[in-house]
């Protein structure tokens, strides 16, 4: 019940969190609000600020934080690796890319540098909200919250990263005055819930498929 309840309070912040991630361009305006059901933590206002984040271009504020080493096995050439041991997740950083961390949701942030500024986000809560129930009720408020929200398809029972179960969503909308092509991915681990988020121009969408794929196979859900 309390994953449910977290869920509907931060339902309506979603698009905010999309237009924040494409607009600010990295850490200069780091705002932390959740997405989807599968990484529910709580639902507070979000904020504009730089505090309780951490990047791969600084040393970790603490010793919680963290930290980017040389590329481990399972890794494509040329990435590196990233472990959010708060989000109890271990991800992959593609050349051009940075890493960070956000407090909120325990969220790390993947996002381009240049080029199309594609992001991804990755937000995990222990215990895991009830899916598909909460990706369901986060697909229904969809179109009332996202500009030129346009469906592009629902699929439950997925699989992703090894794990069965899996809800993915994904939708196209007019976010930062340029249309998104989204990618939800909410799945289980042994008892943290993920959601793994990618927003991506539409006209880059096709040409991001195989970072998407070796994104998937570099992820490690820890907990």
């Known amino acids: 019940m309390t994953g449910v309840v977290a869920l509907l309070v931060v339902l309506g912040l ?3 969190l ?9 850490d200069r305006n780091p705002s932390a609000a959740p997405t989807t059901g599968a990484a529910r933590g709580g639902g507070t206002q979000a904020t504009a600020t730089t505090r309780g984040t951490t990047s791969t ?4 504020a603490t010793t919680a934080a963290p930290a980017t080493t040389a590329a481990g096995t399972g890794l494509p050439a040329g990435w590196t690796e990233f472990v959010n041991r708060r989000g109890s997740n271990r991800v992959g950083v593609p050349p051009g890319f940075r890493a960070r961390t956000r407090d909120r949701f325990n969220a790390t942030v993947v996002e381009e540098e240049g080029g199309a500024r594609r992001v ?12 598909p129930q909460a990706s369901r009720d986060y697909r229904a408020g969809a ?6 929200y346009r469906e592009i398809s629902y699929k439950e029972n997925q699989t992703y990263a090894g794990r069965p179960g899996a809800v993915v969503f994904e939708y196209e909308a007019v976010v930062g005055g340029r249309r998104v092509h989204v990618r939800h991915v909410n799945f ?16 880059q969408w096709q040409a991001s498929q195989g970072l998407a794929r070796q994104f998937e196979q570099a992820f490690r859900p820890l907990g």
């Not at 271009?57 to 970790?60: A, I, R, S, Y």
């Not at 179109?143 to 030129?148: A, D, H, L, N, V």
């Not at 289980?188 to 006209?203: D, F, Q, R, S």
């Open 143 to 148: 179109p009332g919250r996202f500009p030129g």
């Open 18 to 26: 999309l237009a924040v991630n494409l607009r600010s361009g990295g």
């Open 14 to 16: 979603a698009a905010v």
């Open 120 to 131: 991804i986000t990755v937000r995990s809560q222990n215990p895991s909200a009830k899916l």
């Open 57 to 60: 271009t600084g040393p970790p």
């Open 188 to 203: 289980k681990g042994k008892t943290w819930g993920y959601n793994v988020e990618l927003i991506v121009p539409v006209g």
